[in-house]
């Protein structure tokens, strides 16, 4: 069974500090990681990272694939209270059907 | 583009009553999945559709649950005789045609059921 792990749990951090949120993954067949931030609503798609695309970038976000290791971070630069939430790591399971989520990072971002 | 759609956002129903969980998937995409999201914990895959055929129930409990997704209209999650712990949020996603593990999966933003 696949299986994602995220850490650290909860993380506290003033506005300005960078951060740096994992991700550790077992998958019989690794096709994509994908980050998603999840506010009090909807999982919102942020990254998808793949063999031939291991290093995204995206304003303040950023985020690394890891295939030696089997894991992910996702760096936030420059924190800002709206970057509160919990962000999500998630793996396609083999035939691609399912999303194998972790138990998320919640992230606060005191002003 | 509308997004991914739900409804209803809330939904109470008592115990023994059935619940009926409305997704409609953004336009263009004809895959479908249903996730459900328990109190402090993370999210979960029940079921993958397509039109017409489900793909993978797997992840759905084998009583009570059914889902659907017809020709015409949304895909509907279905719950019947409703206990405590179905109370969770349910989240739709959908995804373009294609390989599923090269499309990301585009959240709706769930139907959070109370069940008194």
């Known amino acids: 069974e696949d299986k994602v792990v995220q850490s650290p749990l909860s993380l506290v951090v003033h506005e300005g500090d960078t951060v740096t949120l994992n991700c550790s993954y077992e998958v019989t067949n690794f096709r994509s990681l994908l980050w998603y931030k999840q506010e009090k609503k909807a999982p919102t798609f942020l990254f998808m990272l793949t063999s031939s695309g291991i290093e995204k970038k995206s304003g303040r976000l950023s985020s690394i694939l890891d295939k030696k290791e089997l894991s992910s971070i996702l760096n936030i630069t420059a924190t800002q209270t709206g970057d509160s939430a919990i962000y999500l790591c998630a793996v396609p399971e083999t035939s691609g059907s399912r999303l194998t989520f972790g138990e998320g990072t919640q992230l606060t971002v005191n002003p | 583009n509308a997004g991914v759609m739900q409804n209803p956002r809330h939904l109470v129903r008592r115990r023994g009553q059935e619940a009926r969980l409305r997704c409609s998937p953004m336009?263009?995409?004809?895959?479908v999945y249903w996730y459900r999201q328990l109190p402090e914990e993370g999210l979960k895959f029940m079921v993958y559709l397509q039109k017409e055929n489900i793909i993978d129930e797997s992840g759905m409990p084998k009583e009570r649950f059914s889902a659907e997704f017809p020709k015409e209209g949304p895909s509907i999650l279905r719950i019947q005789q409703v206990v405590r712990g179905d109370s969770a949020a349910y989240f739709c996603?959908?995804?373009?045609?294609?390989?599923?593990?090269?499309?990301?999966?585009?959240f709706g933003p769930g139907t959070r059921l109370t069940v008194l």
């Open positions: 996603a959908s995804s373009p045609p294609g390989p599923t593990y090269y499309n990301e999966q585009f």
């Open positions: 336009k263009g995409h004809s895959h």
